[in-house]
């Protein structure tokens, strides 16, 4: 497992903490010792709490991959990007995030994924800010944000790159509630408690019977979707 990312039992609860000392940047590294703490959560059978660092929950994928790994390299982590948010989306137990600060761009697609979503109080950006910086939001993106924000905040926020405070991220979907940043972890881990004593079975097949094509969608779409977006033929 990476050094920025490490697990812990809080109970019947998985915590799986990021942080890198940084913007918790999600590089390749990141993305497969995140999937390495679902795996032991999964064996246990635990609900999850993915956090973050202080004022940080994660500013989206790491920019240097982007900039000088090459087109290959870049499709290749935000693809596995996608599927980490069908993962979490899909998870055989309830995944509570504990936004501890800014969530941007990849950051802001895992909110999406997840089942409860508690946010910090303060000077915080949440949103997709990838039309901002050049980019074409990829299906993914798009469909797991329409799946959680009202119609207007939905264009407002992936076409035209809004970025939202705490509060104003409880309006538009992305996060379920916001606390005072010393209480975000404890408050969803809580809630993660709470989820995880519902039935699992009759929670994960009610999920899917109101998620399932969209990430089913997402799924026959990723591949073909990268390749456009990073040039291949």
């Known amino acids: 497992m990476s050094e920025s990312v490490c697990y812990e039992n809080a109970g019947d609860v998985a915590i799986i903490h990021m942080d890198d000392g940084k ?29 973050g660092r202080p004022d940080r929950f994660t500013a989206g994928f790491d920019l240097t991959v982007m900039r000088e790994g090459g087109p290959d390299a870049a499709r ?3 693809t596995e990007g996608g599927r980490l948010a069908l993962r979490i989306a899909r998870f055989r137990a309830p995944v509570v ?21 508690i946010g910090a109080a ?22 797991l944000a329409r799946q959680r924000m009202p119609n207007r ?3 407002r926020s992936v076409v035209q ?5 705490p509060d104003g991220a409880v309006i538009a979907g992305l996060y379920d509630e ?10 969803a881990t809580a809630e993660a408690e709470r989820l995880g004593k519902l039935p699992r079975i009759p929670y994960v097949g009610t999920r899917k019977l109101v998620r399932g094509a969209v990430l089913d969608h997402i799924e ?5 979707d990268m390749a456009r977006s990073f040039g291949q033929s």
């Open 161 to 165: 790159a809004h970025i939202y405070d």
């Open 178 to 187: 916001v606390v005072a940043p010393d209480q975000v972890l404890a408050r």
């Open 76 to 78: 290749a982590m935000v």
């Open 97 to 117: 995030i504990a936004s501890t600060g800014h969530a941007l761009a990849m950051g802001a697609v895992l909110l999406a994924a997840a089942d409860t979503r």
């Open 122 to 143: 303060g000077d915080y950006k949440i949103g997709f800010n990838e039309v901002a910086i050049g980019m074409t939001t990829p299906i993914f993106l798009l469909e």
């Open 23 to 51: 913007a918790n940047a999600l590089s390749p590294a990141v993305l497969a010792a995140i999937n390495e703490a679902l795996d032991q959560a999964a064996e246990a059978g635990s609900a999850v709490v993915l956090t």
């Open 153 to 155: 905040e939905f264009l």
């Open 220 to 224: 026959a779409t990723l591949e073909d």
